[in-house]
C-alpha cells in the first residue's frame, strides 16, 4: 500500500489508546500505535499499574496501511501474543499466532483528526443488531509515553 497524497504524514508517529482500567487489580491496557512513514505500522498492548510502571505486554501486531483523504485501511501481517494471558516483559517474548485468528484481513476506518491533530478517532461500520464498542479515539504522543 502507498499513501502518495500525503495525508499520511498525519499519522506518522506514535498514538496511545486506552484500552481498559480496572482499578480493584490495579491495572491498565494501553494500545500503542506506532504508524512509520513508509506506510507500515506496529500496534502493541501494553499493561500499567494504576502508578505507570510498564508490567508487560500481551499483543503485538505488524502490518501495512494507507490514508487516502480521510480513509485509512490497515492490513496486518504478523500477529503475536501471550499465551493463557501472561505479560511478557518484551514483544520478542510473545509467541506468533498467525494473522487471521479471528480477524479480518483488513480493517477500514473513516478517520476525523483534531484540529491540531493531537487526537484521531477511528470510525468503523457496525453492522446492524452488533454491539459494538465506540470508535477508538488515539492519542499522538508528543514526547515521552503519555499513559492514560
Known amino acids: 500500500m502507498n499513501s502518495n497524497d500525503g495525508l499520511s504524514d498525519k499519522l506518522v508517529g506514535t498514538w496511545e489508546q486506552k ?5 480493584e487489580g490495579n491495572i491498565k491496557g494501553v494500545f500503542e500505535h506506532d504508524f512509520e512513514d513508509i506506510d507500515t ?3 502493541a498492548l501494553a499493561h500499567y499499574d ?3 510502571n510498564f508490567l508487560g505486554y500481551r ?8 490514508l487516502k483523504g480521510n480513509k485509512l485501511v490497515r492490513k496486518p501481517a504478523e500477529v503475536f501474543s501471550s499465551e493463557n494471558q501472561e505479560l511478557y516483559s518484551t514483544i520478542d517474548e510473545l ?3 498467525g494473522v487471521n485468528r ?14 491540531a491533530n493531537t487526537t484521531v478517532t477511528l470510525y468503523f461500520e457496525c453492522p446492524p443488531n452488533a454491539l459494538c464498542t465506540e470508535p477508538p479515539v488515539l492519542k499522538k504522543v508528543l514526547s515521552g509515553p503519555d499513559i492514560f
Open 19 to 23: 484500552a481498559f482500567e480496572n482499578t
Open 41 to 43: 505500522y506496529e500496534l
Open 50 to 52: 494504576l502508578e505507570d
Open 59 to 66: 499483543y503485538f501486531e505488524t502490518g501495512s496501511y494507507s
Open 95 to 97: 509467541k506468533a499466532s
Open 102 to 115: 479471528g480477524n479480518p484481513d483488513k480493517m477500514e476506518y473513516r478517520t476525523e483528526f483534531s484540529n
